[in-house]
């Protein structure tokens, strides 16, 4: 054992004049708590962010965030998710108020909004999660329009 009162002997200096090795790259490049170049938030944050107000946020990220493509993915699948949402809950209600007078098909017209309802809060509760963690989550079929759409939107340099 050694005894506390003793001062340790100091690490040895580099010579005056020498030149110190160089540094390995930092490894911040890859970590997720690095702040993206364009909102100044982590990726995962602002991909949670992006997924959480679904249209808005990921049209705000998809403008403000140019080089992260996992901020950009999750604010591109917000979008496609946000829309359906929107496109989803106009039709079923055109469809309701047109045919909620016949007697049983008014209600599996409700029940069959429902469901869509209730798959798409799921599917949002589970984007906002994922991004959040850190992970990347396809919306089955929404994810892969989204790659499409961010390949298209990537400018590609000759």
């Known amino acids: 054992m050694s005894d506390p009162t003793v001062p340790s002997s100091p ?3 580099p010579a005056p004049g020498s ?17 993206s170049a364009g909102s100044g938030l982590t990726p995962n944050v602002a991909a949670a962010l992006a997924s959480f107000f679904l249209l808005i946020g990921g049209i705000v990220f998809i ?22 949402w929107v496109a989803l809950s106009i039709a079923m209600t055109i469809v309701f108020l047109m045919l909620h007078g016949i007697p049983l098909i008014g209600t599996l017209i409700w029940l069959t909004s429902l469901v869509f309802r209730i798959v798409l809060f799921v599917a949002w509760v589970v984007m906002v ?10 919306i089955p079929y929404l994810g892969s ?3 499409q759409q961010l390949a298209k939107m990537t400018p590609t340099t000759p």
């Open 11 to 13: 690490s040895p200096e």
């Open 19 to 35: 030149i110190p090795p160089p540094v390995a790259a930092s490894p911040a490049a890859a970590d997720p708590s690095t702040p």
């Open 63 to 84: 403008l403000i965030e140019k080089k992260n493509q996992f901020v950009r993915f999750y604010a591109m699948q917000s979008i496609f998710l946000g829309g359906l």
């Open 129 to 138: 999660i994922k991004a959040f963690q850190n992970k990347e989550w396809e």
């Open 145 to 147: 329009l989204a790659r």
